[in-house]
T-cell receptor, first 112, second 114 residues
């Protein structure tokens, strides 16, 4: 299945953070979501074959990478208190946002 | 951009009863509508999905209906069990690169009382 690391992370305001995701075997699309407490996931962006394939309403300080093995990173610069959330990645076997997505367990980020 | 509303925000039913959760969406170009179940501290898990060329889909105790004209879709759970207790999220996607095109509803907390 989809795995993410680390499980939990504590950072201070202004710092930078990198979160990692390994997609399910055979899946070549990875999407990232931010889930604030008590809310639904918010789409950040999606990568297909190392190219950004869609982006939500998040500022440029949220950036990503997808590697040849289809794993992915989410980087957030200049952390703000409101960035505290559960970050979820999801992989899917096809291209585009209408393919079934399978979520990882998430990384809980706390910004102090 | 797309906006997804979900009702009710909380729902309590007796074990064995049915539960219905309704979502409305704003973008008529949306064509994929999944439902996810999220238990406390766990990842969202897909329970059923429907595409715009289908009006209804069933999987055992779970069904989803879609009304494209009214732009709403609903999750139906029959013969509810305590393990159905969780937060349920609907979502809508149009499947292209136009803006924020995979949007989740705010969630419904379902409690099944034994």
């Amino acid at each position: 299945g989809v795995t993410q690391s680390p499980t939990h992370l504590i950072k201070t305001r202004g710092q930078q953070v990198t979160l990692r995701c390994s997609s399910q075997s055979g899946h070549n699309t990875v999407s990232w979501y931010q889930q604030a407490l008590g809310q639904g996931p918010q789409f950040i962006f999606q990568y297909y074959r190392k190219e950004e394939n869609g982006r939500g309403n998040f500022p440029p300080r949220f950036s990503g990478l997808q590697f040849p093995n289809d794993s992915s990173e989410l980087n957030v610069n200049a952390l703000e208190l409101d960035d505290s959330a559960l970050y979820l990645c999801a992989s899917s076997p096809g291209q585009g946002l209408t393919d079934t997505q399978y979520f990882g367990p998430g990384t809980r980020l706390t910004v102090l | 951009g797309e906006n997804v509303e979900q009702h009710p925000s909380t729902l309590s039913v007796q074990e064995g009863d049915s539960a219905v959760i309704k979502c409305t969406y704003s973008d008529s170009a949306s064509n994929y509508f999944p439902w996810y179940k999220q238990e406390l501290g766990k990842r969202p898990q897909l329970i059923i999905d429907i595409r715009s060329n289908v009006g209804e889909k069933k999987d055992q105790r779970i069904a989803v209906t879609l009304n494209k004209t009214a732009k709403h879709f609903s999750l139906h759970i029959t013969e509810t069990q305590p393990e159905d207790s969780a937060v349920y999220f609907c979502a809508a996607s149009r499947g292209d690169n136009y803006g924020q095109n995979f949007v989740f509803g705010p969630g419904t907390r379902l409690s099944v009382l034994p």
